[in-house]
């Protein structure tokens, strides 16, 4: 993580996971009681740029919907 962001390898598949855990004590976490999450709709696929050109044309229209997506 660098101020926020993740950093990831272009063409690389990820899976985004959620860590549960429960305490009572926030600065004492117990390990064991964690549960772990993934859901198989959240899988995708990064890439550095846009070849097609209709995705292309049409992505400035959806960025205000995509406030995860970094243009450089």
């Known amino acids: 993580?660098?101020?926020g962001q993740t950093i990831?390898?272009?063409?690389?598949?990820?899976q985004p996971r959620f860590h549960v855990?429960?305490?009572t004590d926030p600065l004492?976490?117990?390990?064991?009681?964690?549960?772990t999450f993934a859901f198989s709709e959240?899988?995708?696929i990064a890439v550095t740029a846009?070849?097609?050109?209709?995705v292309s044309h049409f992505l400035p229209h959806w960025l205000?919907?995509?406030?995860?997506?970094?243009?450089?």
Do not use: A, G, I
């Open 1 to 3: 993580m660098f101020d």
């Open 8 to 14: 990831l390898n272009s063409m690389h598949k990820y």
């Open 21 to 23: 855990v429960e305490s």
């Open 28 to 35: 004492r976490l117990s390990y064991r009681s964690m549960k």
């Open 42 to 44: 959240t899988q995708f």
């Open 50 to 54: 846009y070849q097609n050109e209709k």
């Open 64 to 72: 205000h919907c995509l406030p995860f997506l970094v243009v450089r």
